[in-house]
């Protein structure tokens, strides 16, 4: 009644007083409809002024397409307002519409001549909004009106990729029922399976694979689903994606494969699936490394556990002749060293450069490692290419204050001093001697 009579105070006192502006009468007019239709612009301008307190302001017929407002729509566009103004987004009322799902007033824009395919900020369609958010409606009212379903974002996005990201099934079916791309790829090469995938939604993976999604599909780095899903620890859809026969040992940019991934992201119950699907635990990458180097040097403790209790080779060596006990003492992992060696690691198997652990853990400076070795029998005399010990190495890392803390090192060399074998320098290490 207020807005009708044009009492802008008394609307402003209501509204404060927490009076709804969304109620319709039984016509299905809003107080902003019956206030335009009247011609009274100060109750128009403070309804809408309470619309959007404390948020960006959208013009008016944003705002009736936000609230489904059909009457208010109708005079608005009656009144010279074009159905596809824009907000400072860039988006139009339609998008507003595809995002609440509200289907009677996208009818009546698209009727009033709105652009099915208007691109907003970042190439988004009212399509790419109405999947993004699952209204599967909006989806058919837009397609129906020739709505372009392989339109890509600015990332290379698709309806389907958005619907799959957000893991709306029933917008996902929709689509492909329209024969929406599926193997459509984002800039980074993302097919859809890959973003139901990272989402762990199981149900738009099904969805993708019934009609045929290539269940080993990769992105520019050769990433497939499965990898997406090791990476995330998403189990469900893991199993979903080996059911249908993905590749459990498949090799992705530098050779890393599922259960690499999973052992350096320390998804156990991901590894556990793998390994029951046939993954190789002894797979290396384009760089020697094992599953059990990447868990080591990781220090994920429970997975390098697994992986032994499955006969994972404690010393395969990397093309740089590392074997995990030298990537965990590199890291400074004094329990995963502690459970290689209880499980037959060699305690002083060398690396390219004749790099023992030992070696390694002195020029760290880690003394519990070094003294944990010591104590598995490693050797103190063994020489690198170089022909240093690791008295050497601890003692001339001691030089260096900044990097190092010299007290450990002097507990490293009385230490390996202790072990009843004395050193005396090389003639060309003379200013290192003790």
Same mark, same amino acid.
């Given at each position: 009644?207020?807005?009708?009579?044009?009492?802008?105070?008394?609307?402003?006192?209501?509204?404060?007083n927490g009076a709804n502006q969304s109620l319709a009468t039984e016509d299905g007019f809003t107080p902003l409809a019956v206030a335009m239709q009247q011609g009274h612009d100060k109750v128009v301008s403070v309804l809408l002024e309470n619309d959007s307190k404390g948020k960006v302001r959208l013009p008016a017929l944003h705002i009736a397409a936000k609230k489904d407002d059909c009457k208010a729509a109708d005079l608005l566009l009656q009144n010279d307002h074009k159905p596809d103004v824009t907000s400072k987004s860039g988006f139009t009322p339609l998008h507003i519409a595809a995002?609440?799902?509200?289907?009677?007033?996208?009818?009546?824009?698209?009727?009033?001549?709105?652009?099915?395919?208007?691109?907003?900020?970042?190439?988004i369609s009212p399509l790419h909004v109405a999947a993004k958010?699952?209204?599967?409606?909006?989806?058919?009212?837009?397609?129906?009106?020739?709505?372009?379903?392989?339109?890509?974002?600015?990332?290379? *996005?698709?309806?389907? %990729?958005? !619907?799959?990201?957000?893991?709306?099934? $029933?917008?996902?079916? +929709?689509? &492909?029922?329209?024969?929406a791309p599926i193997s459509a790829r984002t800039k980074n090469g993302l097919a859809p399976l890959h973003m139901?995938?990272?989402?762990?939604?199981?149900?738009?993976?099904?969805?993708?694979?019934?009609?045929?999604?290539?269940?080993?599909?990769?992105?520019?780095?050769?990433?497939?689903?499965?990898?997406?899903?090791?990476h995330c620890g998403h189990v469900r859809v893991a199993k979903l994606l080996l059911d249908r026969k993905a590749d459990?040992?498949?090799?992705?940019?530098?050779?890393?494969?599922?259960?690499?991934?999973?052992?350096?992201?320390?998804?156990?119950?991901?590894?556990? *699936?793998?390994?029951? %699907?046939? !993954?190789?635990?002894?797979?290396?990458? $384009?760089?020697?490394? +094992?599953? &059990?180097?990447?868990?080591?040097?990781?220090?994920?403790?429970?997975?390098?556990?697994?992986?032994?209790?499955?006969?994972?080779?404690?010393?395969?060596?990397?093309?740089?002749?590392?074997?995990?006990?030298?990537?965990?003492?590199?890291?400074?992992?004094?329990?995963?060293?502690?459970?290689?060696?209880r499980n037959g690691a060699k305690v002083d198997a060398r690396a390219r450069e004749e790099q023992t652990p030992l070696h390694i853990a002195s020029r760290l400076g880690n003394v519990d490692i070094v003294m944990?070795?010591?104590?598995?029998?490693?050797?103190?005399?063994?020489?690198?290419?170089?022909?240093?010990?690791?008295?050497?190495?601890? !003692?001339?890392?001691?030089?260096?204050?900044?990097?190092?803390?010299?007290?450990d090192i002097v507990q490293i060399v009385n230490y390996i001093n202790s072990q009843n074998t004395i050193y005396l320098f090389w003639s060309r290490h003379k200013e290192y001697m003790i």
């Amino acid at each position: 009644m207020a807005a009708q009579e044009n009492h802008d105070q008394v609307v402003k006192q209501l509204l404060s007083n927490g009076a709804n502006q969304s109620l319709a009468t039984e016509d299905g007019f809003t107080p902003l409809a019956v206030a335009m239709q009247q011609g009274h612009d100060k109750v128009v301008s403070v309804l809408l002024e309470n619309d959007s307190k404390g948020k960006v302001r959208l013009p008016a017929l944003h705002i009736a397409a936000k609230k489904d407002d059909c009457k208010a729509a109708d005079l608005l566009l009656q009144n010279d307002h074009k159905p596809d103004v824009t907000s400072k987004s860039g988006f139009t009322p339609l998008h507003i519409a595809a995002h609440y799902g509200n289907e009677e007033i996208g009818r009546m824009l698209i009727k009033k001549g709105a652009d099915v395919n208007y691109l907003a900020k970042h190439n988004i369609s009212p399509l790419h909004v109405a999947a993004k958010w699952g209204k599967n409606n909006m989806v058919k009212l837009l397609l129906e009106n020739s709505a372009m379903i392989d339109a890509k974002t600015r990332d290379g *996005l698709t309806p389907l %990729h958005c !619907a799959a990201r957000s893991g709306h099934e $029933e917008v996902v079916s +929709t689509l &492909l029922e329209h024969s929406a791309p599926i193997s459509a790829r984002t800039k980074n090469g993302l097919a859809p399976l890959h973003m139901a995938s990272q989402g762990d939604h199981v149900d738009a993976a099904r969805v993708l694979l019934y009609h045929r999604a290539p269940v080993d599909e990769v992105t520019i780095d050769y990433l497939t689903s499965l990898h997406v899903a090791a990476h995330c620890g998403h189990v469900r859809v893991a199993k979903l994606l080996l059911d249908r026969k993905a590749d459990p040992n498949a090799r992705a940019l530098n050779g890393f494969t599922p259960l690499h991934i999973a052992c350096k992201k320390n998804r156990i119950k991901v590894v556990e *699936l793998l390994l029951k %699907h046939g !993954a190789s635990i002894e797979s290396t990458t $384009e760089s020697g490394l +094992t599953p &059990l180097h990447v868990a080591s040097f990781m220090g994920c403790m429970n997975i390098v556990i697994f992986l032994l209790q499955h006969e994972a080779n404690p010393d395969v060596p990397t093309v740089r002749g590392e074997t995990p006990l030298h990537l965990a003492a590199r890291a400074n992992q004094t329990d995963i060293i502690r459970i290689l060696l209880r499980n037959g690691a060699k305690v002083d198997a060398r690396a390219r450069e004749e790099q023992t652990p030992l070696h390694i853990a002195s020029r760290l400076g880690n003394v519990d490692i070094v003294m944990l070795l010591l104590q598995h029998g490693a050797a103190v005399d063994t020489t690198t290419k170089d022909m240093y010990t690791a008295l050497h190495i601890a !003692a001339k890392e001691g030089q260096e204050e900044v990097k190092y803390n010299n007290d450990d090192i002097v507990q490293i060399v009385n230490y390996i001093n202790s072990q009843n074998t004395i050193y005396l320098f090389w003639s060309r290490h003379k200013e290192y001697m003790i």
